[in-house]
């Protein structure tokens, strides 16, 4: 009988921890664990690897920049730092010899240094203003999968280590994200 009872205690105590609620999964963290161990959420993140990271194609006064963010939320504060930046090349070639600046319209993009990203966007021939955002621009792809442009705002993205600040003229993130909502001037969407 003892034995049985401590069998039955153990299950008792074993079904109300498994019942025990998580923490609730914080969206401005999205690498936040509850402490219940849910496998249709790890199998979700392995399919949506690369899905909260974005590309912006910035000029700054050193030269045009491809500035990735592993998060998406760090780029819309200037004081955060790109997590990978690298000197853009593109298939047409610069401006002219004197200027760093990539010409970035009906033209395919790339990372001078290979990051391992495998970053490589069309953005196609249009007409660059900052009155209006969220444009479609073109796409591409990255090692973790399709992406699609849009135009920027030519926004302060970042200010680089040696005290230029770099603009942000376009950005791609993953063709599942929603297309987002073009602006006017003065607009804001929520």
């Known amino acids: 009988m003892n034995q049985q009872f401590l069998f039955i205690l153990f299950l008792c105590l074993a079904a109300s921890v498994l019942a ?12 936040h664990e509850s402490h219940a161990f849910d496998f249709s959420r790890l199998q979700q993140r392995q399919v949506d690897r690369g899905f909260n990271n974005v590309y912006y194609l910035a000029n700054c006064a050193g ?11 760090d780029s819309h504060d200037p004081s ?4 990978i930046t690298q000197t853009a090349i593109g298939s ?10 990539v010409v970035w319209e009906d033209n395919t993009i790339k ?11 069309h953005i196609k021939k249009i007409k660059w203003h900052k009155e209006k955002a969220a444009i479609p621009a073109g796409g591409g792809a990255d090692r973790d999968g ?3 442009c849009f135009k920027d705002n030519g926004r302060n993205l970042f200010q680089a280590v040696r005290g230029d600040r770099c603009s942000a003229f376009y950005f791609c ?13 003065g607009e804001v969407h929520e």
């Open 173 to 185: 993130w993953r063709k599942a994200h929603a297309q987002p909502v073009p602006t006017e001037p």
């Open 63 to 73: 030269g045009s920049k491809v500035a990735f963010y592993e998060n998406m939320d």
């Open 80 to 83: 955060h730092q790109p997590d």
């Open 111 to 121: 990372m001078l240094e290979d990051t391992s990203r495998d970053f490589e966007v």
């Open 92 to 101: 047409k070639g610069r401006i002219d010899a004197s200027h760093l600046m």
């Open 20 to 31: 025990l609620p998580g923490k609730p999964r914080h969206e401005s963290n999205p690498t």
């Open 146 to 148: 399709p992406l699609a």
